[in-house]
């Protein structure tokens, strides 16, 4: 799986840092998120996909191999 | 999973579009209606009073879902199609045109209308809700440099703060005493009443209209309670709006306050509601509970389309809300009762960079950042928790948000 986050689209929810810590955070200054990890390992899709899911503002796009 | 076939879902903004997209992610194989009034593939509107309106996003930015992935839904797709109404007996939604379409299960995701004053149809007065209104505003505020906004809520505030931005003279106008009363209360309202006057518009708060000025059609101005008469080019009317079930009228739903559903979001057997329409029991708050929010549309599409699916479990979210005025991005998580408490736990009000928790019964039930984000996030938890108000360690402990 390959993560593509937007930051420009970003409205700095942190919906996607709620649903997988570990691959997103946010920036402290403006909240805008920031992605950890591009390629997550597989015992994180589940939550990326929720990530990806709920984001408000369609930031999070997503390339499943 | 059960053997659901044919779902129909009337709304095709993000609450309708999520339900398919969700159905189909969980693995329903069977036919898919999305239907539409509007003639545009679905797209997302809090940019609307944003972005579109400042002239920063050009309209395709916003759109939902590209031409290929609405094809890979496999649904029929008919945008541009009203519903008319709706006959459970039968299962058949009613188009207009006087054709009809048969369900299995129903999703009831239709949103709101904005609400009206007198005086709407001049020319010159706008209303808020969809792509072409938001356009529309935005070619009129490129020509009259006087606008006034009739309502200091999320659209009204985000209207005036965008016109204030385009350079524009901009009076915001609200009955209650301070901006955003109803979603904040007096203590933080007040502080969006300083961030408008700070930005330099003339923020008349505490004052109605009495009637729209017209010349030949045109509005020209206002009348305030107050006896104020007012110059305007053009004026905005967001004055908030009500579900969409005119269409739904002869249905035999319960139709009190949008549809009201179980806490499954369920208004009858094989018929659910999503989104801005839905009015449904939420257990975590334990009251009944009807959203005007971005990503309560989304979250309650996903928790319809499961239970369409079988699932049976009830949706009960902390909600999330924001909003972007200037420079201040507003966030809250939770509920704001109108007799809530208030206490700082991050921050000072005054500087503009704090987060409020709200108490009611006892409970913190919202938690509102304001250019916090992060700390916000952390502070969730107290929500999510219902934390006990008087376990908070408040910095500085108000009494009342209103």
Redesign the interface.
Known sequence: MRVTLHQDKC?????C??AAQEVFD?R?E??VAVLLDDSPPAGAHDDVRHAA??C???AITLAES | MNTTRDVVIVGASVAGLTTAVTLRTLGYDGRLTLIGDEPHTPYDRPPLSKQILAGTWEPDRIRLRTDEELAALDAELLFGRSATGLDVAAGRVLLDGGDSVPYGSLVIATGVNPCRLPGVELAGVHLLRTLDDALALRAAMLRGPRVAVVGAGFLGAEAAAAARGMGLEVTLIDPRPVPMRRQFGDRVGALVGELHQDHGVSVRCGTGVNQFLETDGRVTGLELTDGVKLDADLVVVAVGAAPATGWLRESGLLLTNGVECDATCRAAPGVYAAGDVASWHNSHFDAPMRLEHRLNATEQAQAVARNVLGAELPFAPVPYFWTDQYDARIQAYGIFPADADLAVLHGELDSRRFVAAYGHRGRVVGVLGWNCPRELRTLRRLVVERAPWSSIGAQECLTAAW
């Open positions: 409205v700095a929810s942190g919906q840092v709620l946010q402290d403006d909240g899911a709920v408000p503002a369609l």
